[in-house]
């Protein structure tokens, strides 16, 4: 399985032209510069001259989590990123020739890895291919290499490479998949590149002739949605009015809630009964099926732990201590281990198909994935009493938990909580001022961390490890509590978690996938999975491009590899048994106002009009003053806004639009800073995606040309090219970049206009009426959750109103603040009702003391909303709980929840066997077409 060349020089060999190989490195290396195998000594992760240097110093008691975020410049090769979307162009059938000069092992249909090497010697063109463990098996024919390069200097396209034969004499024949931009317009200019230079595009045209026929099809859809709106119009549809699509009964007649006092029976009757969890419930299997994980051995509850645990964390424990000692599979057997079978004493790979001769060492470790309120942490503590000793002479005995600053008491308090005193283990929290006391962190039964402080320590120069910190230890294990916030592989926080030295590595999260799978990356390369995956290049290859082309084979090897290193149990399972109350989740269905009727059509024709002109637009007609993608969002946004109540639909960006009809870039004056805001914050509120990763926009920022990113992707193209990806605007440096003025997700409230309490909207008249409902249990608690705090503006004086004792909490208040508000909410008997904006829904918020919640508006994600209704429902619940889903009837607002079910279906096909529509990438192209479905 070496690298090095054959004995012979190179010099004294006859060579042709094809055969002049590359010499080879002295190591081989991954796109983050060290491959994760199971030696865990200290080896620096190689990057590019610019880092980010440890701190020695004081970090101080205010230090959040946010640095860990920051984006370490050259952690990735360029192939593993793209200035926008990728689709299929073609397949190149070539060969890799110069394979007598080195020693890569190469098997039939294994990934391999096609990387410039601009530095050779004898060819400045010259494409070398490495196997997935980074040894070189030769090279690309040196007429090839010549017309591919330009494309992979420039990059305009990404080549993946998969053996088609075995290593001959001379050569191996191989398949290069090329993937170019998707953009409209570049996407042509790149196809004539390609015709000049005689390269195949089979790829391409396929997606031409899919497309068209998805717009017959939608063409299709249109007509036939507006011959059922006629029908409906004349009076014909009363039966097909009563059930929209998903099947609920239409909940209210011409009177509905308008009319006066109602009793909660009476709302019941006239809402649907619905259980959003039930849509994607088997997509959370992650390969293991109900009774699979009903069967599962238990272990003994620890002797030091004073609380009895479940049966189900009993197993949990079982497990956790299992993966800790892996064990490969038998010879010739059918098992599979981390991916790795074995047969005639081979392993294989069955993601890569790399194939050695020798064990490939396994992780040790793995995801637990219970859902909120399970006790993971419970979990962790036991798994620390019962399996503390070091594996490994050179290892410690001590836990290393890292976890939000906010949770990170919890865990000491957990620890002394649930274990006897006198066997409790010795806990010791890493932060602040606390870091100087902290003396030799080995003699601590558990050290607790933040993410930030973990990011200040890494230094990716070092050379050996430090003399102190979290650097300085070998770890029996490292835990990652909210361990999805690894998730970007390119973040200081992600990158030094990867490089800590453990005997186990384990990551504790409810939503191992947050977006894409491209979250599980950073998990997998944690966990330091063997045998290609934890390279980014070949995850994609291997797994991300294959699931999104709907093959079959690979939603099967994505339940195989969630089946080997995840575990996840839901609290409505039957055997987990959290003796819960049972949970009711109603949508009640509202009828607009006629006033309010007016502005929503009024809305909605204008959205019409402007996706008409956006597409047109977009079709190269170029007309100027058009409508923009902005233009669309914030009129879609203005839909949404005024199911909720017309006082908080404003036009905040026409200035700004104007603005850059003659201005590319505007100047960052204050005003024109305001209205980029304005913009970035249409762009969360619309949950955008990032058009270079593809992913929601998890740390938003605004260019001056008005194009908003994720911070980590667009201060790598700045590093790169100083230019913006979207229309090439020169961006000298990142401190042009403009950020959010208010909390992620939540919404300015200075320009909404004030409510009036004698003149509420149709929805807080119906969010009264729940919560003055004759009938309800006493002793009711409620919790409000919106997206808009603007919005619960508006509810105030109608609560005050009433009479209703109520507290509050939202992004923009302080922590402080916030626990005030929680503690009065669940203490005092005349506060029965909880303001809570979404953004809030964050780890170690517990509202149990409600029995009620209510969704005042449908947020694109349903996890999030998922996340809200887990902090009410959740163990330690004793009474029945209420959830409603406050939707208008006939509005924006049921096709919400049509995306939030493709949502749960896309994760519902990541982990079940079933037979899927193709998917495409989340474009711009896929996103209009999204925003045109919400506006039929």
Same mark, same amino acid.
């Given at each position: 399985?070496?690298?090095?060349?054959?004995?012979?020089?190179?010099?004294?060999?006859?060579?042709t032209?094809?055969?002049?190989?590359a010499p080879?490195?002295?190591?081989?290396?991954?796109s983050?510069?060290?491959r994760?195998g199971?030696d865990?000594?200290?080896v620096?992760?190689?990057?590019?001259?610019?880092?980010?240097?440890?701190d020695d110093?004081?970090?101080?008691?205010?230090?959040?989590?946010?640095?860990a975020?920051?984006v370490i410049?050259?952690?990735?090769?360029?192939?593993?990123?793209?200035?926008?979307?990728?689709m299929h162009?073609g397949?190149?059938?070539?060969?890799?020739v110069?394979?007598?000069?080195?020693?890569?092992?190469?098997t039939?249909g294994?990934?391999?890895?096609?990387?410039?090497?601009?530095?050779n010697?004898?060819?400045? *063109?010259?494409?070398?291919v490495? *196997?997935?463990?980074?040894a070189?098996?030769?090279?690309?024919?040196?007429?090839?290499?010549?017309?591919?390069?330009?494309?992979m200097?420039?990059?305009?396209l990404?080549?993946e490479g998969?053996?088609?034969?075995?290593?001959?004499?001379y050569d191996?024949?191989?398949?290069?998949k090329?993937?170019g931009?998707?953009?409209?317009e570049?996407?042509?200019e790149?196809?004539s590149?390609?015709e000049?230079?005689?390269?195949?595009?089979?790829?391409?045209?396929q997606?031409?002739?899919d497309?068209?026929?998805?717009?017959?099809?939608?063409e299709k859809?249109?007509?036939?949605?507006?011959k059922?709106?006629r029908s409906l119009a004349k009076g014909?549809?009363?039966?097909?009015?009563a059930?929209?699509?998903?099947?609920?009964a239409?909940?209210f007649?011409?009177?509905g809630l308008?009319?006066?006092?109602?009793?909660?029976?009476?709302?019941?009757?006239?809402?649907?009964?619905?259980?959003?969890r039930?849509?994607?419930?088997?997509?959370?299997?992650?390969?293991?099926?109900?009774?699979?994980?009903?069967?599962?051995?238990?272990?003994e509850t620890?002797?030091a732990?004073a609380?009895?645990?479940l049966?189900?964390q009993?197993?949990?424990?079982?497990?956790?201590?299992a993966?800790?000692n892996?064990?490969?599979?038998?010879?010739g057997?059918?098992?599979?281990?981390?991916?790795?079978?074995?047969?005639?004493?081979?392993y294989?790979n069955?993601?890569?198909?790399?194939?050695?001769?020798?064990?490939?060492p396994?992780?040790s470790?793995?995801?637990?994935?219970?859902d909120?309120?399970l006790?993971?942490?419970?979990?962790v503590?036991?798994?620390?009493?019962? *399996?503390?000793?070091?594996?490994?002479p050179?290892?410690?005995k001590?836990?290393?938990i890292?976890?939000p600053v906010?949770?990170?008491?919890?865990?000491?308090n957990?620890?002394?909580?649930?274990?006897?005193?006198?066997k409790?283990?010795?806990?010791f929290?890493?932060?602040g001022?606390?870091?100087?006391?902290?003396?030799?962190?080995d003699?601590?039964?558990?050290?607790?961390?933040?993410?930030?402080?973990?990011?200040m320590?890494?230094?990716p120069t070092a050379?050996?490890?430090?003399?102190?910190?979290?650097?300085?230890?070998?770890?029996?294990?490292v835990v990652?509590?909210?361990?999805h916030t690894?998730?970007?592989?390119?973040?200081?926080?992600?990158?030094?978690?990867?490089?800590?030295?453990?005997?186990?590595r384990?990551t504790?999260?409810?939503?191992?996938?947050?977006?894409?799978?491209?979250?599980?990356?950073?998990?997998?390369r944690?966990?330091?999975?063997?045998?290609?995956?934890?390279?980014l290049?070949?995850?994609?290859s291997?797994?991300?491009?294959?699931?999104?082309?709907?093959d079959?084979?690979?939603r099967l090897l994505l339940?195989?590899? /969630?089946?080997?290193?995840?575990l996840?149990?839901?609290?409505?399972?039957n055997f987990v048994?959290?003796r819960?109350p049972p949970?009711?989740?109603?949508?009640?269905?509202?009828?607009?106002?006629?006033?309010?009727?007016?502005?929503?059509?009024?809305?909605?024709?204008?959205?019409?009009?402007?996706?008409l002109d956006?597409?047109?637009k977009?079709?190269?007609?170029?007309?100027?003053?058009?409508a923009?993608y902005?233009?669309?969002?914030?009129?879609?946004?203005?839909?949404?806004?005024?199911?909720?109540h017309?006082a908080?639909?404003?036009?905040r960006?026409d200035?700004?639009?104007?603005?850059?009809?003659s201005?590319?870039?505007?100047p960052?004056?204050?005003?024109?800073?305001?209205?980029?805001?304005?913009?970035?914050?249409?762009?969360?509120e619309s949950?955008?995606?990032?058009p270079?990763?593809?992913d929601?926009?998890?740390?938003?920022?605004?260019?001056?040309?008005?194009?908003?990113?994720?911070?980590?992707?667009?201060?790598?193209?700045?590093?790169?090219?100083?230019?913006?990806? /979207?229309?090439r605007?020169h961006?000298?440096d990142?401190?042009?970049?403009?950020?959010?003025?208010?909390?992620?997700g939540e919404?300015?409230?200075?320009d909404?206009?004030?409510?009036?309490?004698?003149?509420?909207?149709?929805?807080?008249?119906a969010?009264?009426?729940?919560?003055?409902a004759?009938?309800?249990?006493?002793g009711t608690?409620t919790?409000?959750?919106?997206?808009?705090?603007s919005?619960?503006?508006?509810?105030?004086p109608?609560?005050?109103?009433?009479?209703?004792?109520?507290?509050?909490?939202?992004?923009?208040?302080?922590s402080?603040?916030?626990?005030?508000?929680?503690?009065?909410?669940?203490t005092d008997?005349?506060c029965?009702?909880l303001?809570?904006?979404?953004s809030?829904?964050s780890?170690?918020? *517990?509202?149990?003391?409600?029995?009620?919640?209510?969704?005042?508006d449908?947020?694109?994600?349903?996890a999030?909303?998922d996340?809200?209704?887990?902090?009410?429902?959740?163990?330690?619940?004793?009474?029945?709980?209420?959830?409603?889903r406050l939707?208008m009837?006939d509005?924006?607002?049921?096709?919400?929840?049509a995306?939030?079910?493709?949502k749960?279906?896309?994760?519902?096909?990541?982990?079940?066997?079933?037979?899927?529509?193709?998917?495409?990438?989340?474009?711009?192209a896929?996103?209009?077409a999204?925003?045109?479905?919400?506006l039929?």
């Amino acid at each position: 399985m070496g690298w090095t060349p054959r004995k012979r020089p190179i010099d004294q060999v006859d060579l042709t032209a094809d055969d002049v190989p590359a010499p080879p490195s002295k190591s081989p290396r991954t796109s983050h510069g060290q491959r994760f195998g199971q030696d865990t000594s200290f080896v620096p992760l190689s990057h590019s001259s610019q880092v980010y240097a440890g701190d020695d110093g004081d970090d101080g008691d205010d230090e959040d989590d946010a640095q860990a975020a920051d984006v370490i410049p050259g952690s990735q090769d360029a192939s593993d990123s793209a200035d926008g979307s990728t689709m299929h162009y073609g397949d190149l059938q070539t060969k890799i020739v110069g394979v007598r000069y080195y020693r890569g092992h190469a098997t039939l249909g294994e990934h391999v890895r096609v990387r410039r090497e601009a530095t050779n010697q004898y060819d400045s *063109n010259a494409i070398r291919v490495d *196997n997935v463990m980074g040894a070189q098996i030769g090279h690309i024919p040196r007429t090839m290499a010549a017309k591919l390069a330009k494309y992979m200097d420039d990059r305009s396209l990404t080549v993946e490479g998969i053996l088609t034969g075995v290593i001959g004499a001379y050569d191996c024949p191989i398949v290069l998949k090329l993937f170019g931009t998707s953009n409209i317009e570049a996407r042509q200019e790149l196809k004539s590149r390609m015709e000049f230079d005689k390269l195949p595009l089979g790829g391409f045209r396929q997606t031409e002739r899919d497309e068209r026929k998805l717009q017959k099809e939608r063409e299709k859809a249109r007509k036939e949605a507006a011959k059922l709106a006629r029908s409906l119009a004349k009076g014909k549809g009363a039966q097909l009015q009563a059930e929209n699509k998903f099947g609920y009964a239409n909940l209210f007649t011409g009177e509905g809630l308008h009319e006066g006092e109602e009793s909660l029976a009476e709302l019941i009757d006239q809402s649907s009964s619905f259980n959003p969890r039930d849509i994607g419930q088997v997509a959370e299997e992650f390969g293991l099926k109900e009774s699979d994980l009903e069967n599962m051995p238990m272990a003994e509850t620890p002797a030091a732990l004073a609380t009895e645990l479940l049966p189900y964390q009993r197993q949990g424990l079982a497990w956790m201590i299992a993966q800790e000692n892996p064990l490969m599979p038998l010879n010739g057997g059918a098992e599979v281990v981390q991916l790795w079978k074995r047969k005639d004493n081979k392993y294989t790979n069955i993601a890569t198909n790399y194939s050695m001769s020798q064990a490939p060492p396994l992780a040790s470790g793995g995801i637990l994935a219970d859902d909120m309120g399970l006790g993971k942490t419970i979990q962790v503590i036991s798994l620390v009493l019962a *399996n503390s000793q070091p594996k490994t002479p050179k290892s410690s005995k001590t836990t290393l938990i890292i976890a939000p600053v906010g949770v990170m008491s919890n865990w000491r308090n957990q620890a002394r909580d649930h274990t006897h005193s006198d066997k409790a283990p010795n806990v010791f929290i890493y932060h602040g001022p606390g870091k100087k006391a902290a003396g030799n962190l080995d003699q601590y039964d558990v050290v607790v961390t933040s993410y930030g402080a973990l990011a200040m320590e890494y230094n990716p120069t070092a050379k050996s490890p430090p003399k102190k910190g979290l650097f300085s230890i070998h770890w029996r294990r490292v835990v990652l509590d909210e361990g999805h916030t690894i998730r970007n592989p390119q973040s200081k926080g992600a990158l030094a978690a990867c490089h800590l030295r453990a005997d186990s590595r384990w990551t504790l999260t409810g939503t191992p996938i947050v977006n894409t799978l491209k979250d599980l990356y950073s998990q997998i390369r944690f966990l330091r999975l063997s045998g290609g995956l934890e390279d980014l290049a070949v995850f994609n290859s291997a797994l991300i491009r294959p699931l999104m082309s709907g093959d079959p084979d690979a939603r099967l090897l994505l339940q195989a590899l /969630m089946g080997t290193i995840c575990l996840r149990r839901r609290k409505d399972m039957n055997f987990v048994n959290l003796r819960l109350p049972p949970l009711t989740s109603r949508i009640l269905r509202i009828k607009f106002h006629a006033h309010e009727q007016e502005k929503y059509d009024m809305f909605q024709s204008e959205a019409k009009g402007m996706l008409l002109d956006f597409k047109n637009k977009d079709d190269k007609t170029k007309e100027k003053g058009g409508a923009t993608y902005s233009h669309l969002l914030e009129v879609i946004l203005r839909l949404r806004q005024v199911c909720n109540h017309w006082a908080l639909c404003k036009n905040r960006i026409d200035k700004l639009a104007g603005l850059l009809e003659s201005n590319k870039v505007v100047p960052l004056t204050p005003e024109n800073v305001k209205a980029l805001q304005d913009m970035l914050q249409i762009r969360i509120e619309s949950q955008d995606t990032c058009p270079i990763c593809l992913d929601n926009l998890d740390q938003p920022v605004i260019t001056a040309c008005a194009h908003a990113f994720d911070r980590e992707c667009i201060e790598q193209v700045i590093e790169r090219q100083h230019k913006c990806p /979207m229309c090439r605007a020169h961006i000298e440096d990142t401190t042009t970049l403009v950020t959010p003025a208010v909390e992620m997700g939540e919404s300015s409230d200075s320009d909404t206009v004030a409510a009036d309490p004698d003149n509420p909207s149709s929805k807080i008249e119906a969010l009264i009426k729940i919560l003055t409902a004759q009938g309800q249990a006493p002793g009711t608690k409620t919790v409000v959750f919106s997206q808009w705090t603007s919005f619960l503006n508006l509810i105030e004086p109608h609560l005050q109103r009433h009479g209703i004792g109520y507290a509050r909490i939202d992004g923009k208040m302080s922590s402080t603040n916030r626990d005030n508000s929680t503690h009065r909410f669940s203490t005092d008997p005349s506060c029965s009702v909880l303001l809570a904006s979404l953004s809030v829904c964050s780890v170690g918020l *517990n509202l149990v003391a409600a029995n009620q919640a209510i969704l005042a508006d449908s947020w694109w994600a349903p996890a999030i909303e998922d996340q809200a209704v887990d902090r009410v429902y959740r163990l330690g619940q004793k009474r029945e709980t209420t959830v409603w889903r406050l939707v208008m009837e006939d509005s924006i607002e049921d096709r919400v929840i049509a995306v939030q079910e493709n949502k749960r279906k896309l994760m519902l096909e990541a982990f079940r066997e079933t037979n899927t529509k193709k998917k495409k990438p989340d474009d711009r192209a896929t996103r209009v077409a999204d925003l045109e479905n919400l506006l039929m």
